[in-house]
Structure formats: structure tokens, C-alpha cells
């Protein structure tokens, strides 16, 4: 599914570039549920953005599928994002003015989704994170973890082959936390869906079929895979 190459990516030039990978080559098999932890710092959240291609590499070769990451156009990259991928952040990232079912349904309204069709599956996305009876209530009106619980709808409601989960539980408090460490692992086993999650949490990286970890841009342990 994901597979990584020699992959190398520095902020700054000359004198003052600063390293935040280091020929880093991994591979993440469909349908795997990976965290990947480490230190503050040590390059988690970029590798996740460089994988996703949100951000660009500067060396190395990344692979979805059969698809090269590393020779596609901004453009290209968006549209295999808004396709194949779902997105979960510690800060949400909801629009304020739209309702939960909107804000849900805004990856498919961007696809070209007819506007009934886009609702009807965001009200269903919207069932399976157990959040109905709040389709109509603003981020405003919403506690954090109701808050995080629409972002996963959203992630999930164009049927993502991938989720990139950064930080989902940092914001939280341990019983919200449950719910989303809850759901996450819910599209891992039911659904098939590859899961790749940055954390510092514990309780998320032992949900994980393999933990990854980094230090300093490297992996220092790829883990063993548990079935």
C-alpha cells in the first residue's frame, strides 16, 4: 500500500538547513494500523505530511499503491488526497459557520457529489461515529471530542483506502480519547482501512497492528507486526 524510499526532507538551505527526515525507507501493508511514536520533534507529523503529500520531499521516492507520489503535480496530489485519503488532526480543522452534517460532507461536495447524495452519506458517516441527533449543531455548539468525532466522519464519509490520523486524542480528555482511539480502531478491523497515526498516547500505539519509532528524522524500529 505505502512504501517508502531512501526519503530525505530538510527545512532551510546551506549552512542552515536543519534535517527533519533522514533516508527514512519503510513500507505499510493495506489494510495495517500503524502509530508512529517518538519524541517531540523528531520528524512524526512531517513524515505523515510528506506521505500524504501535503508536503514535498526533497530526496527519496513514495509510493501509494502504484501511484508515485514523488513525480505527481501539486494538482495530481490533491485530487488523490480528496479520493483516496481521510484526514484526522488534533485541531479539528472544522468550518465554524457549516453544521456537523456539512462539514462532513464537504469532501464529497468538492467531488462533485450531488448535494441530496452528499447528505444522505454524511448523516450516515455521522451515525457511525454515534453523532445523529448533533447533525445540525455548529463546531461552536459541540464538545472537543463531539468536535473530533465529526472530523473522523468527515475522513471517512468518501470511503478513504487510507486515514492519516495526527495527534486525534491530544486535545481530549480521557474519556472522549477512548471513543476516538475507539473508532479508529473500529475502521481498522471492520472496515479494512489502512490507519497510519502519529501519538504520543500509549493506549493509541498498542491498538496498532506495529508500532514505528523515530528519533532525530530516523526510524529506529520498523516493530514486528501483530496479527
Known sequence: MIRVEHLTKTYGQGNAAAYALRDISLEIAEGES???TGPSGCGKTTLLH???GIETLDEGKVWIGNVALHELKE???AQLRLER???VFQAYHLVPVLTAWENVSLPLTARGFKASDAKKQA???LHRVGLSDKARRYPSELSGGQNQRVAIARAIVGRPAIIWADEPTGALDSESAEQVIGL???LHKHDGTTVVTV???SSIAQKANRIIRMHNG?????GLVVQ
Open 34 to 36: 500503524v502509530a508512529v
Open 50 to 52: 510528506v506521505l500524504a
Open 75 to 77: 494538482q495530481e496530489l
Open 85 to 87: 485519503m481521510g484526514f
Open 123 to 125: 448523516m450516515e458517516a
Open 184 to 186: 479508529l480502531d473500529m
Open 199 to 201: 501519538t504520543h498516547d
Open 218 to 222: 530516523r526510524v529506529l524500529d520498523h
